[in-house]
């Protein structure tokens, strides 16, 4: 379905008060993740919007987020060199509006046309310089409902980072004041973890070649696990050494080695295949060392192999999943005792990066027991949350896993190459457990 949108204003919206600081540091993770926004975007069905006028919850939401800003400072300056210029720029805010109606949209969804929901980039505009954030408010026709898309760059946001900001915003929006009793309570993770850039890496730009993207444009599908298929799914994913698998550690293992399967279907000879799992370091470390809402990228992972030759079945991919994250978390404990954690997590990406080298690489991440379908702009909760990406993503094969809205089913985003996609989506072993791209409401 074609999705028609019209821009009506852009603007920029600066913090209610000035900056506390005038530089945050970046970190050598930071500094090495792509110049790559992470956006989503939530659709709201509200009873009430239609005594709503679009332009007053526009204002709304404006007012609130100059608040926001100013307890989320560094999110409204500009990259320069290795630290965030504090300097009270602004983030962007576009308003538009649709004649589709969002009932309809839902029942007829087209992952494709949620590009359109995210701001556009003006000329000079970057994650890796400004606007570090970017947002946009889409009414549907009829006063059927609303989207809110927030786009945040990389450079300073993982995943939990950026919940924490939007609902930050959403609860100024709808209580006209945050959860935060100051604006101190924030903290920014800067050096926390991860060491600063080496003073090389700061005479150098920021690299924007990425060797684990490929050439060819990638395709994104949507595919659902319901909760009666996951527990088959565990149950299949189960074994004398992982007797209990995880949701996460079932569906990952699925979904790499039917990615694996569709791209040696297409080439003569095969290629070894790298999964770079992502890890939350918030979970695993103490809060008196690094506080659960910390804003940063505060993330460590580690890679499974499987070699051109193997065909490894999902128990064994388990198996090896479990081995390596229990790997990982004695690790962070071992080097928690010392001042050794972040620069043992580099060493610890650093040889996944390198194995990689040569081979078919999957990115993987899990948003999943993470609250997205509680963020409230005073509309209720999100009838639908859609995951959607640009820029550097497009030529990167990656996997992310989202709740349902009923938390116990899981959303799976997939981006492969047009050619493997067109294998992948047939898929028989796949598709005993996902569905493709069913309707939101029926």
Known sequence: MEVKIEVAAREVIKPASPSPRARLQLSVLDLSCPPHYVSTVFFYEPDDLLTVSPEIFSEKLKRSLSETLSRFYPLAGRIEGVSIRCNDEGAVFTEARTDLLLPHFLRNLNTDSLEGFLPMLAPGDSPGEWPLLSVMVTFF???????????VSHKICDANSFLTFV???????????????AVTSIEFAETAIFPPPSPQMCME??????????????????????????????????????????????????????????????????????????????????STVLPQDAIGNLQTGFGLKNGAEMELEIPEIVALFRKAKEGVNEMIKENLQGNTLGQSLLSLMEKAYLEAIDSDRYIMSSWCRKPFYKVDFGLGCPVWMGYVSRTIYNTMMYVLLIDSKEGDGVEAWISLPEQ????????????????????VLT
């Open 141 to 151: 026709g009829s006063g059927s409902g609303v989207a809110v898309s927030v786009s």
């Open 167 to 181: 609902n930050d915003w959403a609860t100024t929006t709808a209580k006209g004041k945050s959860n935060d009793v």
């Open 205 to 286: 730009s920021p690299s924007t070649d990425y060797t684990y993207t490929i050439t060819s444009k990638c395709v994104v599908k949507r595919f659902v696990l319901e909760p009666s298929k996951i527990a088959e799914l565990r149950h299949k994913a189960a074994s004398e050494s992982v007797p209990r698998p995880t949701r996460v550690e079932a569906i990952m293992s699925l979904l790499w080695k039917c990615a694996i399967k569709s791209s040696r279907s297409n080439l003569v000879t095969p290629r070894q295949a790298m999964m770079g799992m992502a890890m939350d370091l918030r979970l695993r470390i103490p």
């Open 420 to 439: 493997d996609m067109s294998v992948f989506v047939d898929d028989q072993e796949l598709l005993a457990y996902a569905i493709l791209n069913p309707p």
